[in-house]
């Protein structure tokens, strides 16, 4: 089965030349120039594609704002994003949580191999199982963001703010942490976490961790978050 790219690019010549090279590399692709129609999209269906290629200038909405808003959904598939040529944008890219970041010139055979690159990494992971956490109940996959909950069959997809955020929890289970440890802690490890960002992180994680008998997030509330583990295998 071909692996399925949404290409979001502005620039006619580049979209055509970048569209034409995949193809011929096995990849279906489609493509859309504008960022407010790709993030409806990519929203209306979060799994159909196996990883977007996005342009950080765009009409509509810029790349960067709608990979911000890929992660902060979750669930999403993993992102490439095409910069400028400096530093600055690709740490920008790589913080908000991009798989890999190219700069302008872009080398459109590199650009080809880095996304099967991407893709295969994903795959290996998916046959060798990945780095996996269990806590009673609650499965996390830490190399494919992915989480099982209670005995729903299917796994569900986070952002990489969120598979760390959950991390986290589970490297303190059972014990209460402020919102300035964890803050300080994604900070210490170059991810960009600010405070309402958390509070949306936070928010989709207990939605998600509903489904199980065991755990939740509770709120202590003017001291910080506990990650409770109950009557749980560990």
Known sequence: ???????VEAVVGL???????FEKNEF???VLSNGKQAYEVIRKDLRYYNILLIDAVLPGM??????EKIAEMGGGPPFVLITAANKDDRIRGLKI?????LSMPLDVDELALRIRNIIRRITACIIN?????????VQLNKDLQVLHVGTAGVGLQLSTNESALLNFFFNNENRLVSR???LTYFNSNDIYLGERSLDVFI????????????LSIETVYGAGLILSVRDAVI
């Open 62 to 67: 810029d790349g960067f704002e709608l990979a």
């Open 203 to 214: 928010f989709r994680l207990r939605k998600l961790l509903e489904a199980s008998r065991f």
């Open 1 to 7: 089965m071909k692996a399925r790219i949404l290409l």
């Open 28 to 30: 279906e692709v489609d």
């Open 129 to 137: 199982g990945g780095s996996i956490i269990e806590r009673g109940d």
């Open 15 to 21: 979209r055509n030349l970048i569209r034409q090279r």
């Open 97 to 101: 949580g991009a798989a890999d970041c």
């Open 180 to 182: 300035k440890e964890i």
